[in-house]
């Protein structure tokens, strides 16, 4: 499809369509790439074409900027779908645009969406056309192109990170909205439906004029029930909101709660708080990360296994999103507050910088050094029955100190005993 279409045919199309910028100036919330004062702002803005691919969360405005790109540097638009796309359609765009570009030197943006599904051969075809000019992609993806793209391709395009859009680009979304619709913020919500909306919205800006589209239609039906409130909201939206700011206090006091939740052993209540975040729209990346400092901080050794399933956890949420990531979220969080408890590692690695804070940095012992700059002799401990034997570690003019003490639960109590074990003269 061309970007430049009849006003009859935009009339019919969503709200997020009528909207969709027209000039790169105009894309809304990724101004730490394309404001007028970053480099690639200032090229895109005048109209320069770049090989890019850019990464980031469903509804960040990856196709609008593409769209809005081709309009800006006046070129021919081609759009596909990695997931319908084959070989012989990255062929045939290449050759319109090479035939475009000798015949009326015009150049040829091709968007290609999700474009991670591209295999080998097909990510291959489009290397020459790209190499020679005869087309600039713009490929959009919401995984790590590092993971998914091979190096050939990356190496002629330069990887951008759109984020998710904050509170002020919703804001600026209603405005243009407002100017398109002409209609007025105060007679359409109250503050507090409004900043509902976009917490609902959650970065995603797509989703926030959906939603605010359809508040636009009831309005023109019946405009007895506006300003609509926040039960008015659940109403149409058949959701229940859940009081939860993910910028503010209840972001801080729940988080807190479940963690606190976990390290005191109460997996229901975990659970609870855990709900609670994900239907208030929490970004369930964050709350896997903090799982996985959880797991060394106040499990610890006392059940190792922790750590890596924490980390199991992460990456599962990553590859699945929501909603089903939160089965995964659910196995962590019972199996980490159902675990024996420890912080001793995590006591000792901060006694061990203040100590490091405190004494600076002494002389290592000769023994210890690399080979090629040792005096000392290094006592090798598989040489002895427990590969273990008696010799100094520290610094000559530090007295060993005693960091790490293992308790008497879960695996650190075997810790104990094997220390115990190991350092006895039977």
């Given at each position: 499809?061309?970007?430049?279409?009849?006003?009859?045919?935009?009339?019919?199309?969503?709200?997020?369509?009528?909207?969709?910028?027209?000039?790169?100036?105009?894309?809304?919330?990724?101004?730490?790439?394309?404001?007028?004062?970053?480099?690639?702002?200032?090229?895109?803005?005048?109209?320069?074409?770049?090989?890019?691919?850019?990464?980031?969360?469903?509804?960040?405005?990856?196709?609008?900027?593409?769209?809005?790109?081709?309009?800006?540097?006046?070129?021919?638009?081609?759009?596909?779908?990695?997931?319908?796309?084959?070989?012989?359609?990255?062929?045939l765009a290449g050759e319109q645009g090479k035939a475009r570009l000798l015949q009326q030197s015009e150049k040829t943006l091709l968007f290609v969406d999700e474009i991670h599904r591209f295999n080998k051969s097909q990510q291959d075809v489009l290397l020459p056309f790209i190499e020679r000019g005869e087309l600039y992609l713009v490929g959009a993806t919401t995984e790590h192109p590092s993971y998914e793209l091979n190096r050939a391709l990356i190496s002629r395009c330069q990887v951008v990170q759109f984020k998710r859009l904050e509170k002020e680009s919703f804001y600026q979304l209603f405005e243009r909205a407002e100017k398109f619709e002409n209609l007025k913020k105060e007679n359409l919500l109250d503050d507090t439906a409004f900043e509902t909306l976009v917490q609902l919205a959650d970065g995603d800006g797509r989703r926030f004029l959906n939603l605010l589209e359809s508040i636009v239609e009831l309005y023109k039906i019946n405009q007895t029930s506006f300003p609509m409130g926040i039960e008015q909201l659940e109403e149409l939206i058949s959701h229940r909101v859940i009081a939860y700011d993910k910028s503010s206090d209840q972001h801080y006091d729940c988080i807190s709660a479940f963690i606190k939740s976990v390290r005191g052993s109460d997996a229901d209540a975990a659970l609870y708080y855990m709900a609670r975040m994900l239907a208030g729209g929490e970004d369930p990346v964050f709350i896997a990360r903090r799982l996985v400092i959880l797991a060394s901080e106040d499990v610890g050794n006392a059940e190792p296994r922790g750590l890596p399933l924490a980390i199991a956890g992460l990456q599962a949420v990553e590859a699945i999103g929501m909603p089903e990531c939160a089965i995964n979220l659910a196995q962590v969080v019972t199996f980490l507050a159902s675990s024996p408890k420890s912080n001793r590692s995590y006591n000792a690695w901060n006694q061990a910088k203040e100590f490091v804070n405190v004494t600076g940095s002494p002389e290592l012992p000769e023994s210890l050094k690399s080979a090629n700059k040792s005096s000392g002799e290094y006592i090798y401990p598989h040489e002895f029955e427990k590969a273990y034997v008696a010799q100094n570690y520290w610094p000559p003019t530090i007295k060993p100190q005693k960091f790490y003490e293992p308790s008497q639960r879960g695996q650190e109590k075997l810790i104990t005993d094997y220390l115990k074990w190991l350092k006895s003269n039977t």
């Open positions: 499809m061309d970007l430049f279409e009849s006003s009859a045919d935009l009339s019919i199309r969503p709200l997020a369509e009528k909207l969709r910028p027209k000039h790169i100036s105009e894309v809304i919330g990724q101004d730490h790439i394309l404001g007028a004062n970053k480099p690639i702002g200032q090229l895109l803005r005048a109209g320069r074409l770049l090989n890019l691919i850019v990464t980031g969360p469903p509804g960040t405005g990856k196709t609008s900027f593409a769209r809005a790109l081709a309009q800006t540097a006046k070129a021919q638009f081609i759009s596909m779908n990695a997931v319908d796309a084959g070989v012989k359609d990255l062929k």
